[in-house]
Every structure is written in C-alpha cells, then in structure tokens.
C-alpha cells in the first residue's frame, strides 16, 4: 500500500473543447508558476500576480513527500494542512494508552511538539528547463534502451543538482505536458516536522466517508505541522499570513499546491486502458479490502486504532476511483476526447512533414496499451506489490534491492534508488513506525490469496510463493518469523549490503529474493513495452499540440507546484442553487450521537461560547485534485482565507476533464479555523503566532 | 440476498455468427424439449432422441425451486444433486454440537434422511403454448397498464392451471425467445424433501473459491436427496440409472436441466447497460460483502459455519459476475453483437411492412435502458432490497405485502402472490430455519451502509430509514426487537392480515411498512418504464428474427428444462491441449494440508482401499450456464454418466456467447462417485439402490 494520498479529486481539460461541452473559462487549469495565465487573469478578475507575489507564494507552498500540500504560515516554520495528510502520523504517535486519534494535540510550546517519523516537507527553490538534455540522452533509441537512458539522464541531473547537499536538498526531473517538456524541480527538504496541533479525528473527519466528497460540509481537516531545523525551529523568509476574516462570497481566490496526477492529455487508447483494465480490477480489490478492515475494526478498539489509517485510505480510494470510473463510464466525456483527438490527428495529417513526425504516435500508444493490457495483472500483483500487502514486504524490497542497486553506479539503478533520492528512502526505511503483527498478518494473508486468485491456483509463480501453503499459513510463518521490525536489523542489512541480504535467514528477505528476478522482469517489460513506448510518443503528441495551438495551455498534474484561480461560489444542483457557506450552526444540527456524525466532547461542552454563525466550510470553482489536500486558499494579497481539503462529488470526473458549471473545492474556512483553535482548544499561543503581524 | 443460484456459467449465441468468430457448431444450444435439434444430432452423431427417450429424460429431470437442476436416479424418489445445491440446507442442518458440514451424512435408511425445509423439486409435466392468449390480454397497451394486463393474465392462466392442486401441483408462465413465446410449464411439486447423502464439505468444494471455474478439477460436488409423498419415499416411474463406468473419451453426451438465464438476444443497448450500470456496481457490492464476510469467518468456527453458505454465495456470484463483466469488455463481443444487430435491422428496413411493425423496437429499449439508468440504484437498493440484506427484512415484507395482496383480487396481485405461487412461498415463510441474531445484525448493518453511501446522507429516503441512528445502531434495535424469528408469530401475522400487520409493533414489519409505498413506486416505475417496455419490444423483434430466419432456433435460457448435446473432450489452451479427465490419484496430489485443498480423515484413511486411477472430474463441449448445477450428463441410454457442477472459466463469457473452442461444462465422473460413496462412505444401502435395475 502506498502512502496515504489526499481526499479530494479535482481536474481540467485541454482547452479544446468543441460543441457540447462547456467552454473552459476562469476556473480551469493548473499553472505552472513560471507560466501564470497573467493575461486572462487580468481580463477576469483584475488582478496580475507580480513577481513578489509570485516570489512568496512559492516559497510559502510547501509539498508533503507522502502525497499531500501544505504552506509555512509563520516565520516559524509552523505549516498549515489537512489532518487527513497527517492521520497516518497521528495513528504512529498514538498507542492503547495515549491516543491522539480520540484526544487531539495542542502543543503550547514547541517542546510539547510531536515528530512525524514519515513527513518530508519540500519547498519549491527553483525551476530549470532540461528538455534538450535528456532529449540528446534519449536520441535515436526506443523500448528498453531508451528507458534506460532516461533514467541515466535523469538521475544524473539530479545527481548534480542535489550534489553533497542531500540532507536539506531534493531535486526531481519531472515531465510535463506527458513529455513534452522536462524541467528539474529543486527542493529544499526539511526532514524534521513536528506535530503542532491536531483536533480529534471525530471532528477533523465529521461525516466520514458518507459526506466525503460531498457538499454542504462541516468539517475542521486541518492540522499544523512545524519545520525543524537543527533541532530548532526553522526560521522562513516566506510566509503566508492568516486573515482571520476568511473568504468573502464572489471574490478571486487562489490555490497553490501539488496537484497529483490529471488524466486530461491521455490518448483514447489510454483511457479505455483505464476504463477496462485499470480502475475496474483496482476498486474490486480495494471493495474487498475495505470489506475485510471494516470487520477488523469493529472488533475492538484496538484494532480500530490500528487499521484506521487504511480503511480511511481504502475508502478514499475507492470513492474517489469509482467516481473517475464514472466519468469514464459517461459517453459525453468519451465523445469529447474522441473529437479532440480526431482534430488534433487531422492537423497533424494535413501536412506532410508533421505526419511524418508525429503520425504515427497514436497507433504506437494504442500498441503498448495491448501490451499493458496482458501483463497487467501480473505487474500490479507482483511488481506492484498488490500481492504482497504488508509494511515488512516493502521493507525487505528496499533492502534487497538497495543492496544491489547501490553497487551499481548512479546512472544505471532503478530510478528510487539514484543517489539523490537515498536521503527520504533512508528516512522511511528507519522511521520508528509501529508494525503489528497480527495486522500484518492479516494484509499479507489477504493479499496472496488475491495474488492466488488472479494469477491461478496452478501459475508457476504462485506455487513459486506458496508452495504447499496456505496464504494465511505462509503469512503468519513471515510475519512470525521477520525480525525486521527492529530498526537496528534493518540498518544493518542495508549497511551490509548485498553479502548481508544473501545471508540473511529472514523469511521476508528470502520471499523477496525469490521473486525478485520475476518481479524485475516484469517490471524490465512494462518499462521497455509500455513506458517507454508511452513516454516517447506522448512527447510526439505534445509537440504536435505545442505545433496546433503554442504552449498557453497548462500540463497534466505532476505533484510539483501549481496555482489555479476562481471564486468563492456554490454551483447549481439539479437546478437548485447551493449555498456555497455552511457554519458551525449546521455542524451542530448535522450531529446525531453516532459515528461519523459524533461530535467529541470538547464541542458538545463549548457549544455556548461558539459564535455560531461562523463560516466552517466553503466551496469556490478552484481546479484542484488530489494532493492539492492541504493547499491554501488566499486573496490577491496572499492573506490564508481558507484551506483546501476536498472536492465536491462533480469533482470526481476532474481527472479527465473540468467541468466549471458544478466541480467545486471544498475548503475549511480561516474564520472557523481560528474560532475553534481559540475557542474550543484554548490554543491561545499558536493563534498567537498564526496572527502576529 | 436472494437463494442459492448455482456455481457453473456457461452460453450460446443466436447462430448469427459472422466471421471472425467462431461458427457455432454441434455443441452450441439449450434446446426445450418440445423443439430438439434432432436433424443436427442425426448428423452429428447418429442419434435421434425418440418420443420415449424425451419421455424419460423430461420426467426424470428436475428443478430446484431454488435455482439448481436434479434427476430422479431411482424409483424411490432419490435425486442427484450438487452438494452446492443444498449446502444451505446442509448449514440449517447444523449446530455447534452436529456440525454435517464437517462430517457430511449418509442415511443408511430412510428414517435417517434429514427434511431440508427450503427446498421445493419441480418436475415438468407439460407445456402448453399460451402466446395468444397473452397477446389477446395485452393488445393496444403499452407501459403500466400492459405490464398489469400481462401481470394479470398470467395470474389466471397459472391460477386456472393449478386448480385446487396446489399443494401438489406448480404451473408458471414463461417467456421464451425474450417475448417471442409464452407458455405454460406445468410441473409436480415435491415439498417435502430429505437429504439422504452428503459428503463433507472440504470434498465437496475441493479447492474451493481458486479452483472455482478451473479445470483440471477434483471436486465430490455431489449430493442426494430424496421426494417424499405423504410422509414416504415417493415413487416415480421415470429415473435415469447410473452407469458405473461413466463417460467415455469422446462419447456424445447430453445434459438436461434448468439453466437459468443467459443474455444472448439482449440488444445492444441492454448489454451496455449490462456492463455498465448493472454489472459493476453489484461487483463492488459483492466484494465488499466477500471482504466483511471472510473477516467474520474467520473470527470463530461457529461464525464460520453460520457466515459459510452466504460466502460461498458471494464468492461464486463474484467470480462468475466478474468473468461476464470481462467478456463485455471484450471488444470482439461487442463487435460480434453490434454486426449481429446491424444484420436484423437491415433485413427488417428493407421491406416497409416489417419497417413498420418492427422498426422502432431497438430505440424504444434503448429509451427504456435509459429510464433504468435513471432508477436503477434506488430501484436495487430499495426495492431490490440491496440496502436491507436480512432474513427477517425479507420475512416481514412477505407478510406486510402479502396482507395487503391477498386481499385484491388473483389478477391484480403482484405476481409473486397470486395464488398459484402460494404454496412455494408459504413454505419459505414458515419453513424452520435458524436464524442468527448477531450475524443478522452485521449483515443488515453492512448493507443500510451501502444504503446510506450509494443514496447519500442527505437522500429523503435515508433520513427516513435512518432517522438519527447510525445504520449499525438501527440495525441492532431492530433485530434485537423482532419477533419474526418465531415461526407462530409469522403464522399469527400471516393469518391475521392487513389488520395484524398495521397493529403489529414489531419494528422489522414498521420498517417495511415505512418504506413500502416508495418501494412499490420504484417497482412500478421499472415495470412499467423499464420492464413492459423491453418485454414488448423484444416480442417485437423476436418476431422479426423469426422472420428472418423461423424458430429453428434456441430461447436464451429461462430457469426451464432444456437439453444441451455435446461430446466428452478437452480443449487447447494457449497451445498445451487440456485433457478431458482428471483422476482420485490427482485429488491426493493436489491435497496440502490447508483449506482449501485439505482432505479430510475419510479420505486420507481411504486411501490404500481406493482405485486411485478412477475418473473423477471430467469436462465435455455442453452449452451450459447457471442453474444447470445438478443437472445429470447422460449418454445415448439415458444413462447418467456424469453430473455437472461448474463450467471452465472460458464458460464465464457464455452468458453473451458460445466459444466451442475452449467453453467446457466441468462434471463428476460415474465411476467415482459411486467409488467414492461406497468405498469412502460405506453408503452400501444407497448404491445398492443406485445400482439397482
């Protein structure tokens, strides 16, 4: 299972939209800071984003590594996000005896501060385009070779970039526009993130999974981190100021955050690859999942403390991908993306030289999706991991492979293993996360008898892993069996190398070693057939669309920095107009006594001294998706009037096109963020600091 | 949830089948028994299936009420079955103290055979041709008032059929070719039903959910019971004897059963919405439910006993909804199915007489597959009770319905109250099965979750149900306070009617009444927007393929007695030829000590006694699909030879299509079943009876 990626799903189309489909306007696209659509926001809204401002909601915006957005709010380094990107942590620094989940946390002083042992914060320094460089690596070369020689390249740059600097600095060479242009991301890392300040889980998940997604809302997702640096505080230059005011009906309002992944530059090809063998295979297993943890949970407190953090996950996922299933289940989005293609296809055959260039990148794509197709599900049990759930497996993969990777030189490893990435894999490999084994065995049992079920009773690989077993015997003898829950084993393994994981007798090693040949095979193949071949014709693609209409449009999310703008408004449902506020009032009536509807203690006793008319929630046409979760939502004068935390249910179509009639980001609004804090968790000294001027 | 619908899948298309596809050859076809083939199989195979023949095999042949087929194997009533088919009442059978799941039973004597108190036989008697009739009923009407009209008719005609036989007697209107056809099945009804043999489960599902579907195969999945009359072993004078020796390589064989439905006349418009808003959600429904399901099995014996047969059900429905959702998918299915389509209405615009009668029919289903897109969600969790999965929910809306139908007169009733189908649902009612308070309350609370999730928080129609309660809290008031579970209190209620139902403080029966009047709305909406519309039009153009082409050809099946010829032979996959047979030999060898390859003591102590080279699965070319289960496969005497309990995977797309090439009907061989209960089993008295001629 990955790490946890943020609840909202929001998205945008290529500004081709012909008849039928709503003209994109204001609200659409995801900019990149270095490409602001300076012009149309000027003709919108009046306002042109100058270079200070550019300036300082850049170096206020920060990334959370594990998929999330978040931005410094003092010059302390204390950071404002969503409690939903720091659940996974609050769940760590909780036990049966002292848990943060039901309790929150409000640190008084920066000592009462918690430290996340998994967050990494990232802040975006510097942009470098590196287009032409790894176009001369990759020149001439196709399939593996090509793949390969991106991966040099890549890795090289970065290599360069972060230089002797590793432990505060991070550089990633991301693609744009699916290839079209390649530019090198300089970060600076900040390793040590103490939690500040969390309220319980009931109020910060108000409504759980029925009114995730959904709108009118009342929750206060929010929490505050703080950016350490040796051991101190760290002391920014950048920030941005909360305005206790919060966001007024109708006025511009900006996001700046990391927008995951869009789907929007996909080819059709691409897209049924999605449609029918993607998302279909994915949201069965992650049903079956949260059928299985839901269980777990009601089986006792415990138990519900330890697979919170998954279900939530699973839940998420699976809504925010049955919603994207959805939309590619509606044959208007369909035809839409059938005739953008179609006209882009007939620009480029209408001349020679650009058919010979880029005619051919279709049929190629379409190609590799047949590829895909029939190693999908090998490749996401095994190579994904699919059939391997449990937090040791992943331990052990990055052991045995770092031994062997590591005695590589750099320009040859597997990408997540170049020596500028070392310094977050190290982080994650020896954070003092808990693992419990029974859970653990509870994954990996259910995960290898999906892994048998799809692959077959009789599939050499399967009788490969399980032998005679059982899938729930051979877990348990793992799970019993792995000492790689202690930190020191791991350090040693990974300080040994590859002659310490040859010898090594943990059974969660030696299930890693041997699959690991099948699993990189897989992964040689989907990388040589099907990346590659992608990669490089998705570049073709790109260049043909730069040819028809220049490059004033914005690239497919990436997870690296982008503003997008909009309004403070509500949308039309069925004809009905929804409000776009809701206040702590609603949040009281919406209250039932049970779970999710529970409110905690602290709001059931505070109640009298809440002024209740209090904004909690609002909505504004932001183009946002998921790892935006966390961004702010600030005015033309970079002033915090809210923070991003969800889309509404028309949202869940984004990936793939924006529709600005009803896609809408849901925000918890800065006027109820402060009242709670003051008011309800007395947490007097980091308001203070929040509005200190 | 609905009863036990059997483990194999498999199909036919209308012999419409354009080039690249496979051409539909001898094996292809559920034929009834009144309109065989009989100059294909004189040609295929030298055999012509003579009036006594068809005599025998229609009267030895029967159904299970519940959705499975049987034979008569004796003149003493005994029936041949899968063991899948009655393993719920093998469950109801059990308790913590005499668990038959885990020892099976063998009745040395009839006193020893065990009442199965849900399970009804049916033998067809007659078929009468009713499709003037109807037509009459239904002329000039459209919509609401035509599905009454028909609604009514049928009533009648099945009223005027059973007479005051009831008790004995069971008549049901059927529609053949999708509306073509309408005719009157009239069978002989066995309600007093006992099991006589069992094996133990861990034989019976050898392999269990991963060798569901698969072949090579080694599954016992065998059962037999036994029809009572009046209180005794009732006598038949049609049986098919069993042939020890069983299938031989490349034999003709034929198998005669009730396969329940397929969807090879569906238009085009009605398999989209198949993909797309039917099969899909009910995937993810199903997988949920596996996932909940598994985890509460695996809590403790006694919840894995109880949770067992609805898990089994899951499981079964998943993989065979997963393999149909797959084959619609594939894009050669669709190409197959649009070709086919495009041909009829080409042959049906070329004359103006037929443009006229028949031309419209096509946009009117796709008009109402629309309108069902528009409901369906409600309609199946509603209605369809998706959203209320318990035994007591489904209990006290047959007696909240019921008092209020049996008061109108036969012909306005809903259908599954005229008084014809009275007796099979007052042996439901009343039948004394036990019924688990905790696991009710899990179940019930699972699917008012999936309720609340699908229709949303804020839908009118939950905050009915729900009130302020969670649904887990509603569902344990509601069950911890009903009283149905104590089958006088059904009886008083049932007796009582309207006016005991509307006193009735019972608060399953207030729920039911509660929601009654917007489920009802629901349920005219579908018959009236959805149902009468696709029923008529599909008469229409099965009069235009009957045009096009006369009635030499098969219905889509329909859960009435067909027969399916075929030969005894394996296939190629991916290359490798599959073999027809598998031995006991392979069963000890595929055995390793875990579930679900783990063979109990009966087995492992019989080993030395036994011929290990006996056959044990075999597979045959036999167009099959579910509701076949049990069904005998017999050779050109009416032998049994063989007994059908699963398809091979390529049979998962057989609901849409025949692939002759590779689509195989999975049985137990003869010689090992009667190996296997004499050997194993020391069932001497009943394979004596068995053998006996």
Redesign the interface.
Known sequence: MRLLKPLCLFLITLAVLPAAMPIASAAEGMWTLDQLPKDAMQQGYGFTPDASFVDQVMKSSVRLAGGCSGSFVSPNGLVLTNYHCVARCVSQLSSADADLMSSGLVADTPEQEMTCPNIELNRLERITDVTERIAKATQGLSGQAYADAKTAARSSIESECVGSEGAIRRCDVVELYRGGVEQLYQYTRFQDVRLAFAPEYATAFF?G???NF?FPRYNLDMALLRAYRDGKPAEVEQFLPIKPEGAQPGELVMVTGHPGSTQRLMTVAQLETQR?ASL?SY???L??????????ED?GEEQARIAQADLLFAENRFKSG?GK?QAL?NPAVFDLKRRQEAELREFVRADPQRQASYGKAWDAIARAQQAYRKIATRYNYIEGARGFMSDYFRTARTLVRGAEERGKPDSERLGEFNEAGLPRLQQLLFAKTPIYPEYEK?KLG?SLEKL??KL???DPFVKLVLG???P??LAARIIDGTTLGDIEVRRALWKGGATAVAQSKDPMIQLVRAIDPLARELRARYEGEVEAVVDKNQALIAQARFAQRGTDAYPDATFTLRLSYGEVAGWDENGEPVAPFTDIAGLYARA????P?LLPPSWLDAKSQLSLETPLNFVASLDIIGGNSGSPIINRSAEVVGLVFDGNIHSLGGAYWYDERSNRAIGVHSASLIEAMKTIYGATSLVDELLAR
């Not at 049903?287 to 777990?296: I, K, Q």
């Open positions: 409504g999974d029925p009114d959904n029918d279909i949201l069965l297993y049903a079956e999942l949260r059928g299985l943890l839901s269980r777990y089986e049955e299933l289940l509870l259910f048998r079920e077959g009773a009789d005679k077993e059982s729930q015997a039932t006594g049970f779970e509807y």
